[in-house]
């Protein structure tokens, strides 16, 4: 596990649930919004042993456990640590990007993760102009991942998805777990976001919940 950064305590990043979040290193895709690019060049590493350790002494404080990234499925011992997790009687909840349908598969066939929040970056026809892989490589995890009782897709507004992207979208997941997140300038791309205004009106046009947006 190429493990480098740990949040103790999170009351956001698990729906209903108090978690601690692992963030993995690595990631597949370049989106153009990335705010975890820093994530890839740190030199920083925490053992699995420690966070373990940590989880073990947590017990009675924490229901969950979010692991987000970068990529987690690029992580080789990542089935492991998941296994050692559930032994200490934690939830999981998997941040993805979908690139991995066949370990997604086996995480779910073993119970192994409770909740997974896949990113769908855009159409098909646009997707790798956003994140530099094609939708070929996610498509399969959609109905993977489907198979859960909680799941949600979300997708970034960055100013290149447009309203015909999103319907697009919305044909291939046909679902209602499917959230907008309002897009945010990074250091490494100042694109100006759609008003948080149009935004609103977009996913009450749609009937999608947006989020990142007071
Ligand atoms: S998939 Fe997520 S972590 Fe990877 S580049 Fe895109 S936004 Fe960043």
């Known amino acids: 596990m190429n493990i480098c950064e740990l949040i103790r305590t999170s009351f956001i990043d698990y729906p209903h649930n108090i978690c601690a979040v692992v963030f993995t290193k690595d990631c597949n895709m370049n989106c153009r919004y990335c705010h975890n690019k820093a994530l890839t060049s740190t030199n ?14 947590r017990k009675k404080l924490l229901d969950g456990i979010t692991i987000t990234g970068g990529e987690p ?22 941040d993805t990007n979908g690139s991995n349908p ?29 994140c530099g892989l094609s939708f070929d490589c996610i498509k ?13 897709f979300r997708t970034t507004l960055y100013p290149k ?10 044909k291939i997941i046909k679902t209602d777990s499917y959230f907008i997140q309002q897009y945010r300038e990074t250091e490494f791309d100042d694109t100006k976001p759609y008003s948080d205004n149009y935004v609103k009106e977009l996913c009450n046009e749609l009937k999608i919940a947006y989020r990142g947006i007071n």
């Open 140 to 152: 399969n995890s959609i109905d993977i991942i489907k198979r859960l009782d909680n799941y949600e």
């Open 102 to 130: 066949q370990l997604l598969s086996r995480l779910l066939k073993d119970k192994l993760v409770d909740y997974v929040a896949m990113d769908i970056k855009s159409s098909p026809e646009n997707y790798n102009e956003i």
């Open 73 to 94: 499925t690029l992580c080789k011992g990542l089935y492991e640590f998941c296994k050692n997790i559930k032994s200490l009687g934690y939830k999981i909840k998997l």
């Open 44 to 57: 920083k590493k925490i053992e699995v042993a420690e966070i373990l350790k940590f989880l073990e002494k």
């Open 161 to 170: 998805v447009t309203k015909d992207d999103i319907i697009e979208i919305m």
